[in-house]
């Protein structure tokens, strides 16, 4: 964050239109987070007024409660309603010596986002349901609490339930438990601990089915929150004109949910890149933002000179990498390039020049014809 050393106006684009009502905007300075001021959103913009900083971040407020509690109501338990979670959290009756102030806050999960996976791969996703996170603390021990959902939820005999909790947040620290829920008039109540850790239930039919799958169930409930990322690699190629000694090549990393790639990726082919193969894109992989895929090259087709390209994965962010290809060897101009994230092969194409040049050419002989 460079170029300006007073406070300023802002407008933050996104892609699509806020899927909660309330946003926010911090700027990290000095060591201290400082937050935005006269936040408006309008569509998929937010216009918000911030401080000179080193970091500037966009977030969704969560609804949270806090309560203060003296002994008398310790004794007798409180129920605080989150009506904008649909649920509510109880405190059971407590025998604290003192006055205790409780915070409840929910983390809304992206229901469009759970959505468009579960339309998109049913088998993979389709009986995986993952409620609101629900955090809880105090400033007196209590060892347990009860979360309400109200959404008319139904037990089922094939329904299994877990609790994903965490502290941090990271790929790394969660916990799963397997848990048996009450219901009562429709809705479910499971408990809840008062330890500051965020807790989501997940609920999946047939959970037997999901042990053959190559992700897992931390990796379904990842995906689904955000986490990580279903994607696709898209390779597609152009010849500029009159260079038939140069192909230049690019790799699109594409979150494979709620729309076909062709449509993420028609602005390419708006501007003539093509597929070396119809329909060739890779398989399915998860990715973590922040991942890195490497692309390496073999045989006589390559890169004429700078380190090897990669491709950094940003979620609903542009993720692609391009890369002007020479022909090495005149003699037999043959190569293959792979798409490597750590230690596995996400994708290899293979590079035949002779192929790459006669397929552009009838191309774009077909595109004259066309006109």
């Given at each position: ?73 310790m004794k007798r338990g409180l129920t605080i309603p989150i009506p904008e979670a649909h649920c509510s959290v109880t405190v059971p009756p407590s ?277």
């Amino acid at each position: 964050m460079e170029g300006f050393k007073s406070p300023v106006k802002i407008c933050v684009d996104n892609h699509s239109e806020f899927i909660k009502s309330k946003v926010g905007g911090k700027v990290f300075r000095q060591g201290l987070w400082v937050s935005a001021r006269d936040v408006v959103i309008e569509g998929n913009q937010v216009f918000m007024i911030i401080e000179p900083g080193e970091l500037f971040i966009v977030y969704y407020e969560f609804p949270k409660r806090k309560k203060k509690m003296s002994k008398e109501e310790m004794k007798r338990g409180l129920t605080i309603p989150i009506p904008e979670a649909h649920c509510s959290v109880t405190v059971p009756p407590s025998d604290v010596g003192r006055d205790v102030t409780i915070m409840c806050k929910i983390h809304m999960t992206d229901e469009t986002r759970i959505k468009e996976y579960k339309e998109e791969h049913p088998n993979e996703y389709g009986d995986v349901a993952v409620l609101d996170g629900v955090q809880m603390k105090s400033n007196a021990e209590i060892n347990k609490g009860f979360v309400e959902f109200q959404r008319g939820s139904q037990q089922h005999q094939n329904t299994k339930y877990f609790c994903f909790k965490t502290s941090g947040f990271g790929l790394n620290d969660w916990e799963c438990n397997k848990v048996e829920p009450e219901f009562q008039n429709h809705n479910m109540m499971f408990q809840l601990s008062g330890d500051d850790k965020v807790s989501y239930i997940v609920a999946i039919d047939n959970v037997e089915s999901k042990k053959n799958k190559s992700s897992g169930i931390l990796d379904l409930f990842l995906t689904l929150l955000g986490f990580k990322a279903q994607c696709k690699l898209l390779t597609l190629y152009k010849v500029p004109e009159e260079q038939d000694n140069t192909i230049n090549l690019c790799v699109l990393c594409i979150e494979s949910k709620g729309s076909d790639l062709s449509d993420q990726a028609s602005r390419y082919f708006m501007n003539n890149w093509i597929q070396i193969e119809e329909q060739d894109e890779s398989s399915d992989f998860l990715i973590t933002p922040g991942d890195v895929i490497r692309l390496g090259f073999s045989g006589n087709v390559g890169p004429k000179e700078g380190n090897p390209p990669v491709i950094t994965f940003i979620k609903k962010g542009s993720c692609f990498s391009r890369v002007e290809l020479h022909c090495l060897d005149n003699k037999y101009p043959k190569g293959c390039v792979q798409m490597n994230l750590n230690e596995n092969t996400l994708d290899s194409k293979q590079l035949d020049w002779k192929y790459l040049l006669g397929k552009w050419k009838r191309k774009k002989t077909l595109k004259v014809l066309l006109n």
